[in-house]
């Protein structure tokens, strides 16, 4: 038991509530900080998959199988595959949201070329 000799000063437990005041700051910082590693995370993995897709128009095989193939599972719910005339590959992927259960209203893309142009 701790000794406190003035009634009114005495700050045992203020630690306690400090923290059980600022927990919930914190997890919602974590879930912000989590929320944008998946957001870089689905950009990452969309310029992968344009690049997988330019590869295979490139060599005249089918740019949305590949791009498919280069993601995972998770991300193909909301993918959209677009081969641009000048011989790109333009993906588009939904940021995946911290509960899967949730849609999300974002998405992230990217464009890749081989260089090849159509004339």
Same mark, same amino acid.
């Given at each position: ?5 003035? =009634?009114?000063?005495?700050?045992? #437990? ?8 600022? /927990? $919930?700051?914190? !997890?919602?910082? *974590? ?23 330019? =590869?295979?128009?490139?060599?005249? #095989? ?8 280069? /993601? $995972?599972?998770? !991300?193909?719910? *909301? ?23 949730? =849609?999300?209203?974002?998405?992230? #893309? ?10």
């Amino acid at each position: 038991m701790p000794l406190c000799f003035h =009634r009114l000063r005495c700050e045992t #437990g203020q630690a306690s509530v400090e923290m059980v005041a600022v /927990l $919930p700051l914190v !997890l919602l910082v *974590g879930a912000v900080c989590w929320q944008f590693a998946l957001a870089g995370q689905a950009a990452w993995l969309s310029a992968h998959a344009a690049r997988a897709g330019a =590869r295979a128009d490139a060599v005249g #095989g089918d740019v949305g199988a590949a791009a498919r193939s280069a /993601l $995972p599972g998770a !991300l193909e719910r *909301g993918l959209k595959v677009e081969r641009l005339g000048e011989g790109g590959v333009h993906v588009e992927v939904q940021v995946p949201l911290l509960l899967d259960r949730w =849609r999300s209203p974002w998405s992230v #893309g990217a464009t890749s070329s081989l260089g090849r142009t159509e004339k």
